[in-house]
């Protein structure tokens, strides 16, 4: 595998994945907490246009689900080197 969904590369060193995953992390548990209705509605409230407001709710969650994606390939890509390095 050479990039992530989010089309990052996949770091070559073991360090520099862990690196990178505990990143992708950390951004995903604080964007658990942002609903992307409740951004939507907040938008609405503060008079954006419909389309922008759903524009933005639907980048957080295509945000969200991509980070998700590349979390799981990471810590697949953790595990086969680690078992290649008889970790």
Do not use: C
């Not at 089309?7 to 995903?28: A, I």
């Not at 907490?33 to 503060?46: A, G, K, Q, V, Y």
């Not at 419909?50 to 295509?62: E, H, I, R, S, V």
């Amino acid at each position: 595998m050479s990039r992530l969904s989010n089309g990052w590369k996949v770091p070559e060193s073991l360090e520099e994945k862990k690196e990178l995953l505990e990143s992708y992390q950390n951004t995903v548990n604080g964007m658990e907490s942002e609903n992307p209705l409740t951004i939507f509605r907040e938008h609405m409230d503060n008079g954006l246009l419909f389309k922008a407001g759903l524009q933005d709710a639907m980048n957080q969650l295509t945000t969200f689900a991509n980070l998700y994606m590349s979390i799981l390939e990471l810590k697949e890509e953790i595990k086969k080197q680690s078992k290649g390095n008889g970790d």
